[in-house]
Nanobody, 121 residues
Framework: QVQLVESGGGLVQAGGSLRLSCAAS????????GGWYRQAPGKQRELVAA???????NYADSVKGRFTISRDNAKNTVYLQMNSLKPEDTAVYYC???????????????WGQGTQVTVSS
């Protein structure tokens, strides 16, 4: 069974930094495309960063220039480096990763459990 485990969330002051990690484990062959989403109270879940299997990245306008998504295939882990954090970045962050397995080479999407990021003013 494939599992995604998120870590790295916490409380940080405005202007600070955090790095979120999303580690895949289980009967996987490799990770593929991935993304980070966030959901603040009373708001819809939104995509904040995405990375393709080839390494191309896209970001929401609200985080562009401050957040960086990356992937370490050797560790089966996707990261989100968050710099210059603002109070409006406060949300639960979820990773979504497409993971290739022997039974489904094309890949299957998996969600992390979510990690809370709180930015104080």
């Amino acid at each position: 069974q494939v599992q995604l485990v998120e870590s790295g969330g916490g409380l940080v002051q405005a202007g600070g930094s955090l790095r979120l990690s999303c580690a895949a484990s289980g009967s996987i062959f490799s990770i593929n495309a991935g993304g980070w989403y966030r959901q603040a109270p009373g708001k819809q879940r939104e995509l904040v960063a995405a990375i393709t299997s080839g390494g191309s990245t896209n970001y929401a306008d609200s985080v562009k220039g401050r957040f960086t998504i990356s992937r370490d295939n050797a560790k089966n882990t996707v990261y989100l480096q968050m710099n210059s954090l603002k109070p409006e970045d406060t949300a639960v962050y979820y990773c979504n990763v497409r993971i290739r397995t022997l039974t489904k080479v094309s890949g299957t999407d998996y969600w992390g459990q979510g990690t809370q990021v709180t930015v104080s003013s």
